[in-house]
T-cell receptor, first 115, second 112 residues
Framework: KAGVTQTPRYLIKTRGQQVTLSCSPISGHRSVSWYQQTPGQGLQFLFEYFSETQRNKGNFPGRFSGRQFSNSRSEMNVSTLELGDSALYLC??????????????FGPGTRLTVL | GENVEQHPSTLSVQEGDSAVIKCTYSDSASNYFPWYKQELGKGPQLIIDIRSNVGEKKDQRIAVTLNKTAKHFSLHITETQPEDSAVYFCAASIRGTYKYIFGTGTRLKVLA
């Protein structure tokens, strides 16, 4: 079974630009979560999607948005990039079954650098 | 708000010794507690997890214990090996949600 894939693996952008990151979950998984990982703040939850609907949301500004497609693939968008958005963005997939959090499997991440 | 504290931030042990990492969570509604290992350049990998209806779980050299009353859980690695060197994260999931709060990580170094 193929693991979680994220594209691209590396991105360099300048302040003010926008960026879109992509995540393909494990086959059969319907839940996709996004995290921002930085040395100072650790892993911070951005949002979680299930069946094309945002089900949970972290405490990030509206510049961070996402969506999920009918095949469970998910994209994350960051608009008006700031230097502080430089981070490793991780995607995690799980079955998403209602009523019980279950194992999350992480992708390798997308390293975003904002200049 | 929801918070997970993790200690220590760094830990060095001799090969063959045991390592213990501790986490404390704030939300009593948390009911699922996974542990992840992250190696350089890779995403976190789930190594063991425990649910709130269980007090202890073991998988070969790795074990996790949970004390719901004190709201803390611990990772125990026995007979450590150099390949155990990595950053370890604990996390807690809030009951009824798929929102996970992570600890700040522990960098484990196993000295040969």
């Amino acid at each position: 079974k193929a693991g979680v894939t994220q594209t691209p693996r590396y991105l360099i952008k300048t302040r003010g630009q926008q960026v879109t990151l992509s995540c393909s979950p494990i086959s059969g998984h319907r839940s996709v979560s996004w995290y921002q990982q930085t040395p100072g703040q650790g892993l911070q939850f951005l949002f979680e999607y299930f069946s094309e609907t945002q089900r949970n949301k972290g405490n990030f500004p509206g510049r961070f948005s996402g969506r999920q497609f009918s095949n469970s693939r998910s994209e994350m968008n960051v608009s008006t990039l700031e230097l502080g958005d430089s981070a490793l963005y991780l995607c995690a997939s799980s079955s998403g079954l209602a009523g019980a959090p279950d194992e999350q499997f992480f992708g390798p991440g997308t390293r975003l650098t904002v200049l | 708000g929801e918070n997970v504290e993790q200690h220590p931030s760094t830990l060095s042990v001799q090969e063959g010794d045991s390592a213990v990492i501790k986490c404390t969570y704030s939300d009593s509604a948390s009911n699922y507690f996974p542990w992840y290992k992250q190696e350089l350049g890779k995403g976190p990998q789930l190594i063991i997890d425990i649910r709130s209806n269980v007090g202890e779980k073991k998988d070969q050299r790795i074990a996790v214990t949970l004390n719901k009353t004190a709201k803390h859980f611990s990772l125990h690695i026995t007979e450590t090996q150099p390949e155990d060197s990595a950053v370890y994260f604990c996390a807690a999931s809030i009951r009824g949600t798929y929102k996970y709060i992570f600890g700040t990580g522990t960098r484990l170094k196993v000295l040969a």
